[in-house]
């Protein structure tokens, strides 16, 4: 039998997402991925698969997973995120920890209110076919992920691995929360010259907010309307993820994964790729500033998140058991031989 | 108009030509592609051709604007160079009844006949400038002048697939349901996007379209052949 999760709640939208769909804007087909790069990456990394494996996105309320495989390693990032498991030994276990779960234990997945988004990264991947390079589910156009669209109760959501491997756990020192300390930095245009200046000032200088109307397409904000000098209909040019595209009413859209490959409104600023997974997990209601900085500073700032991540990476604990003993080391010096990880 | 190089974040540069509809400077953007195409500066992700400009999609870990902007610079001089061949593809169309909800309104506002808004649109051979909105979405004109109408000014929320549609001096077909607010003046059986055959979309940017009338029968047919995995979209090779 195909090792899996089984669903039997969805939540609000998961979907399986990777790092995204390159090489195919030019035909309309919008990069996709996770909403945060970053969450996808770190649950990648302690669950001990490459950064890019796809993994499940989930959306403001988590879905209720049961294991149908011997046993699965996931690892779940989202601040404030928990794993609710029932079964033998029921247990809460907070995000930001890899942990083995076994055949019949029944997850639930509750994220916190710091952030609108988390991944469940399973050990060996989700075993889902990849459509022009990638498994990140595109719904609008139905392909990618499980069958193009976002879980439905009933599911069997396919593994690549029947069973975890045989290594002690990590955990992650802390997990960024939606709410960045910082402003969110922007370059700004590309037709950043279509406004007017006091319009510019606005953005830069004023709290907006993340409205309700928000989705993995973009997120429409809140605030002072910003004013177009001359018209707010320009000929279509491409939109960059990112891009925050103001349409005539002046409340700005900041575009996301999902967004359309090209559009017909006047973008006054592009938020700085490094911060975008912060962005991503922000929440309708949430506050949101904004900050300019210079395309050489944000490339900058890009390669020292590179930098960064690989640092935290390299920094992941192991999870003592509960007895104190690191399991792994154990292994790793022959001291105990045949012995799985507390779940045999 | 002047070439300008303009940043969209730290992942895109864009290369504008202009910003008007406009042949020539269509012409342009798609050589400069080509160009890029063939020979991609490094840390160049993609590419996407639109109206007035080229964004070009870069990696800042392998490169940097400043360096791209130096490199694409220096392709701008080879203006002459043709881009690669283009093709000339017949799509068949029913302009009739079910498929065609606006056409009557249409010829009301052009202050034409139902059928002489056929003969304009089947008449012309069309140019793909870009594709976007959603995948295999095609932005082709121009439009005869009779034709040209502003959008719909209450968008639908469901324009079926296939649907051929008209707004400005642009037309377009719409590759799945989705909402829009051009005029439905007809309707093709014909797939224009499936991301499992070799070549996802049917159009490429810089290809020529011409529409050929058909009727419901035809349309049934055609549609059949398309379910069953058996159509080809009649094309040729034209030189640029």
Known sequence: ?344 | MKVRFLSAGDRALVIEFGDRVDRGLSERVLRLDAIIRADPPAGIVETVPTFRSLTVYYDPLLTSRAELQQAIGSLLGHADNRRNAARLWHVPVCYEGEFAPDLAEVARLTKLTPGEVVVLHSGTRFHVYMLGFLPGFPYMGDLPAQLELPRRADPRLRVPAGSISIATSLTAIYPYESPGGWHLIGATPIRMFDPERPEPALFAPGDAVSFQPIDAAAFASIRQTVDDGGYLVESALVKR
């Open chain 1, 1 to 344: 039998m195909t090792p899996g999760l089984k669903v039997l709640a969805s939540g609000l939208c998961t979907t399986v997402q990777d790092l995204g769909r390159f090489g195919y804007q030019n035909i309309g087909v919008p990069v996709s991925g996770a909403l945060d790069g970053f969450g996808l990456r770190l649950a990648n990394a302690l669950a001990g698969n490459p950064q890019e494996t796809a993994a499940l996105e989930i959306l403001i309320s988590g879905p209720t997973l049961e294991i149908a495989a011997d046993t699965v390693r996931v690892a779940l990032t989202g601040a404030g995120a928990s794993l609710g498991i029932r079964g033998e030994k029921p247990r809460s276990v907070s995000a930001g920890q890899s942990l083995a779960l076994r055949r019949g234990e029944v997850v639930q997945i509750v994220l916190g209110r710091q952030s609108a988004c988390g991944y469940l990264a399973v050990e060996g991947g989700i075993a889902v076919p990849r459509v022009l390079g990638s498994a990140s589910t595109y719904v609008r156009a139905a392909f990618g992920g499980l069958n193009g669209r976002a879980l439905q109760r009933g599911d069997l959501v396919p593994l690549a691995a029947e069973r975890a491997s045989e290594r002690s756990e990590l955990r992650a020192p802390a997990l960024a929360s939606a709410l960045p300390d910082q402003p969110v930095r922007v370059v700004l245009g590309p037709q950043h010259k279509y406004f007017r200046k006091e319009s510019l000032a606005a953005l830069l200088d004023t709290e907006f907010r993340v409205s309700r109307d928000a989705d993995r397409m973009g997120m429409r904000l809140v605030g002072p309307p910003l004013h177009h000098k001359r018209g707010w209909d320009i000929v279509s040019d491409a939109i960059a993820t990112g891009s925050i595209q103001v349409p005539g009413s002046g409340q700005p859209i900041v575009l996301l994964a999902d967004h359309q490959t090209t559009g017909g409104y006047p973008k006054i600023a592009t938020v700085i790729s490094a911060d975008l997974p912060a962005l991503g997990r922000c929440r309708p209601g949430d506050p949101l500033r904004f900050a300019a900085v210079e395309v050489e500073m944000a490339e900058e700032i890009s390669r020292e998140a590179k930098r960064e991540f690989a640092n935290l990476a390299a920094t992941l604990e192991p999870v003592p058991n509960e007895n104190g003993l690191d399991i792994g080391s154990l292994y790793g010096e022959n001291l105990i031989s045949g012995v799985t990880a507390g779940f045999e």
